[in-house]
C-alpha cells in the first residue's frame, strides 16, 4: 500500500530536480492540474495511469521508488551525491506494513474452538453414545433440527 504522505515527499522530489511547479508538472504528464493539487494535498491517492505517466514522462523516475522509496533516484546514479535514500520515517513505515504483511497465519497452533467465542444456547445438549459402525448397520432416520424450532426428519 503507498503511503500517501510520502509518495508527495517524493513528487515534490522530481518538482525540484527537473525546476518544475506543480502546474507545469501536470501538463507535462498530461493530467489535470487540479489532480496534482488532489494528490499534494493528500485528498486523493495516486492512479496507476498517474503512475504510469510519471514513469513513461520521466525515464529516471524509478518505479519502485516511486511507489515505495525502495532504490534511487534519478536512476541508475547509485554513487552519486543526488542519490536520495530512503527516510528513516519512511524505513519505519515500511517496516511495520511488512511485519503486518508477513505474519504467517498457520503458524499459531491453535484450534477452531479456541479461535471463536462460546455460543451459549438454552437448547439442552443431548449426548449419546458413539459406536463404532459395524457392516450390518443401516440409517435408519437422520433428524436434522434448526435454530428456529423446526426440524425435518430424513428416513432412506
Request: no cysteine.
Amino acid at each position: 500500500m503507498i503511503n500517501t504522505d510520502h509518495f508527495v515527499k517524493r513528487l515534490e522530489t522530481i518538482f525540484e530536480y527537473y525546476g518544475l511547479t506543480a502546474s507545469l508538472f501536470a501538463d507535462k504528464i498530461n493530467v489535470q492540474r487540479s489532480s496534482i493539487s488532489h494528490l499534494l494535498s493528500g485528498r486523493n491517492k495516486p492512479s496507476l495511469d498517474f503512475i504510469l505517466k510519471v514513469i513513461e514522462n520521466f525515464p529516471e523516475v524509478e518505479l519502485l521508488w516511486l511507489l515505495n522509496g525502495k532504490g534511487s533516484f534519478p536512476k541508475g546514479e547509485m554513487g552519486s551525491n543526488e542519490k536520495l535514500t530512503v527516510s528513516s520515517e519512511e524505513k519505519t513505515g515500511q517496516e511495520e506494513e511488512k511485519t503486518e504483511q508477513e505474519i504467517d497465519l498457520f503458524s499459531q497452533k491453535t484450534t477452531l474452538f479456541e479461535t471463536l467465542p462460546e455460543k451459549k444456547s438454552n437448547t439442552p445438549k443431548i449426548e449419546t453414545e458413539v459406536k463404532p459402525m459395524h457392516s450390518e448397520s443401516k440409517i435408519e432416520r437422520i433428524v436434522v433440527f434448526y435454530n428456529d424450532g423446526t426440524f425435518k426428519n430424513y428416513t432412506p
